[in-house]
């Protein structure tokens, strides 16, 4: 199985085909018969069928990503709770990330996972009939790139929260800053405790990608 730039390919032969290829013992002129029109008439069902399990696994894929805490919180904009953990029940990760208000941090990532597709890529024939699909999976790194920090070029808000980020000592709650719900103290630390990082995007990516691959 190839992965190139974030694709990443299925190879699909149902397990009913397995009597296709047992059936060596019929007349030479049936096995060609079956060998011509087989591939016709099952690449239609193979489609459809593989279709619609790519559907059922994408819509859990993104139904599982929505209802992430982390998502959920920032959803929630700057009047949000810190419902994930991450920063100790102290403000909520809009604000601290420091979003502006208005800002819809989570779009970018559920484009990318709703234009997730699949198509159809090649015939298989050397242990049966089957069909190759292609699926268009993004990597973590892919949603890294557009999850850029407000105020860190070239670093990632989505990377952060499994690797932590700084500057919760300095966290302020009140109106103001960026979001209009919390500002950072430049000069004084004003509390103790750190960031509390946790799984996100590259666990989510892990998992489903073992589901597009076991795919059958």
Request: aromatic share 8%; net charge positive; proline share 5%.
């Amino acid at each position: 199985m190839d992965n190139q730039e974030g694709l990443h390919q299925i190879s699909f032969i149902p397990s009913f085909l397995v009597q296709l290829i047992n059936m060596a013992k019929l007349p030479l002129d049936v096995q060609q018969a079956l060998q011509r029109q087989a591939p016709k008439e099952l690449r239609r069902d193979f489609e459809r069928e593989i279709k619609n399990k790519f559907k059922t696994i994408k819509d859990e894929l993104i139904k599982e990503f929505l209802s992430d805490t982390v998502t959920l919180e920032l959803l929630q904009g700057p009047s949000g709770t810190n419902i994930s953990g991450t920063l100790g029940g102290i403000s909520n990760l809009f604000a601290f990330i420091g979003f502006d208000a208005g800002d819809q941090p989570i779009s970018p990532i559920l484009a990318s996972l709703e234009n997730i597709q699949i198509t159809y890529n090649k015939e298989i024939r050397k242990r049966g009939i089957g069909v190759e699909f292609d699926v268009s999976l993004p990597t973590a790194q892919d949603i890294f790139a557009i999850t850029p920090l407000p105020w860190a070029t070239g670093r990632s808000w989505a990377e952060g929260i499994e690797r932590g980020l700084s500057g919760l000592g300095f966290l302020l709650r009140k109106d103001g800053g960026r979001s209009g719900a919390a500002v950072q103290s430049r000069v004084n630390k004003i509390r103790s405790g750190r960031f509390q990082n946790r799984p996100y995007i590259s666990a989510l990516i892990r998992k489903y990608r073992k589901r597009f691959e076991d795919l059958q």
